[in-house]
T-cell receptor, first 115, second 112 residues
Framework: AQSVAQPEDQVNVAEGNPLTVKCTYS??????LFWYVQYPNRGLQFLLK??????LVKGSYGFEAEFNKSQTSFHLKKPSALVSDSALYFC?????????????FGTGTLLAVQP | DTAVSQTPKYLVTQMGNDKSIKCEQN?????MYWYKQDSKKFLKIMFS???????INETVPNRFSPKSPDKAHLNLHINSLELGDSAVYFC???????????FGPGTRLLVL
């Protein structure tokens, strides 16, 4: 079964420090991987995606993610966290070759950046 | 211009009532979706339409009925509302070949 796991419910980091939000996936076939961010009382905003090509993907607001096929991971990173990065982050996966464009979302990781 | 819009933003209603949520996208996408986000923020797809044709129908009670009058609109009608229907409902759209989905701001439904 296709699935995506975000092992941490919450990540705490001090402003200015690097941050990592973890995501692992399980799919048959080549994965399409996505990160979305949800600010309080808002909809999800697309951050970045990996479909093919370079394993390091750069996205919005200075975020990047590294696709690691051997570890089936797609961790979200940022070199220097801002207080305004505090939000709920979702990893999602779509397996290539399926009949429909259906995304499976992880359970979300709350990022809290302390000033 | 808002890319994906939903109305209403908030919906408070009594158990047993029937209500509708509307969604419109001006991105020219051919696929639209409804998601439900529960109180624990878990996000799950409910329905998807491609060019007005239903292509995803997850295990959702048949009290929920989506309707797509055209490619730019996908509405959700809910009959006989129950307490457990309280959630945030998100509409999204994508151009299939591009995969990325764009979400609306959500409709917060509270059933009393």
């Amino acid at each position: 079964a296709q699935s995506v796991a975000q092992p941490e419910d919450q990540v705490n980091v001090a402003e200015g420090n690097p941050l990592t939000v973890k995501c692992t996936y399980s799919v048959s076939g080549n994965p399409y991987l996505f990160w979305y961010v949800q600010y309080p009382n808002r909809g999800l905003q697309f951050l970045l995606k990996y479909i093919t090509g370079d394993n390091l993907v750069k996205g919005s607001y200075g975020f990047e993610a590294e696709f690691n096929k051997s570890q089936t991971s797609f961790h979200l990173k940022k070199p220097s966290a801002l207080v305004s990065d505090s939000a709920l982050y979702f990893c999602a996966v779509r397996a290539f070759g399926g009949a429909t464009n259906k995304l499976i979302f992880g359970t979300g990781t709350l990022l809290a950046v302390q000033p | 211009d808002t890319a994906v819009s939903q109305t209403p933003k908030y919906l408070v209603t009594q158990m047993g009532n029937d209500k509708s949520i509307k969604c419109e996208q001006n991105l020219g996408h051919d696929t639209m979706y409804w998601y439900k986000q529960d109180s624990k923020k878990f996000l799950k797809i409910m329905f998807s339409y491609n060019n007005k044709e239903l292509i995803i129908n997850e295990t959702v009670p048949n009290r929920f009925s989506p309707k797509s009058p055209d490619k730019a609109h996908l509405n959700l009608h809910i009959n006989s509302l129950e307490l457990g229907d309280s959630a945030v409902y998100f509409c999204a759209s994508s151009q299939v070949t591009l995969e990325t989905q764009y979400f609306g701001p959500g409709t917060r439904l509270l059933v009393l």
